[in-house]
Nanobody, 133 residues
Framework: QVDLVESGGGSVQAGGSLRLSCVASGYTYSTPCMGWFRQAPGKEREAVSTIHTRSGATYYADSVKGRFTISQDNAKNTLYFQMNSLRPEDTAMYYC??????????????????????????WGQGTQVTVSS
């Protein structure tokens, strides 16, 4: 069992920044893959970014490359998501998720984490991000 609690969401104007946090507790050793997913009303949930918390390998959706950065603090069992240059289309509920390694290897080296939602077993409650123009 892994418990995840997100925080840091809010309302900002376009071009602004937010930093999301996700604190994990429980048997986190079994879930080296963590990620941020988002879902806007009427849209499917999508992977935004993932990280293998031991290898450091990351994945970013094309829509957020160069703007968002995923990072971790293993000592605090905390996942972060720095979101800069926010756009109205970034408006969504953002979810932290954790899962086991599915065997992926990403370019850049080391074990990587899948962007497939079904491979993430544990989910936080979500934090709302709203970006106005």
């Amino acid at each position: 069992q892994v418990d995840l609690v997100e925080s840091g969401g809010g309302s900002v104007q376009a071009g602004g920044s937010l930093r999301l946090s996700c604190v994990a507790s429980g048997y986190t050793y079994s879930t080296p893959c963590m990620g941020w997913f988002r879902q806007a009303p009427g849209k499917e949930r999508e992977a935004v970014s993932t990280i293998h918390t031991r290898s450091g390998a990351t994945y970013y959706a094309d829509s957020v490359k160069g703007r968002f950065t995923i990072s971790q603090d293993n000592a605090k069992n905390t996942l972060y998501f720095q979101m800069n240059s926010l756009r109205p289309e970034d408006t969504a509920m953002y979810y932290c998720a954790a899962g086991s390694w599915g065997g992926s290897w990403y370019a850049g080296g080391g074990p990587g984490c899948s962007a497939i939602m079904s491979e993430y077993k544990y989910w936080g409650q979500g934090t709302q991000v709203t970006v106005s123009s």
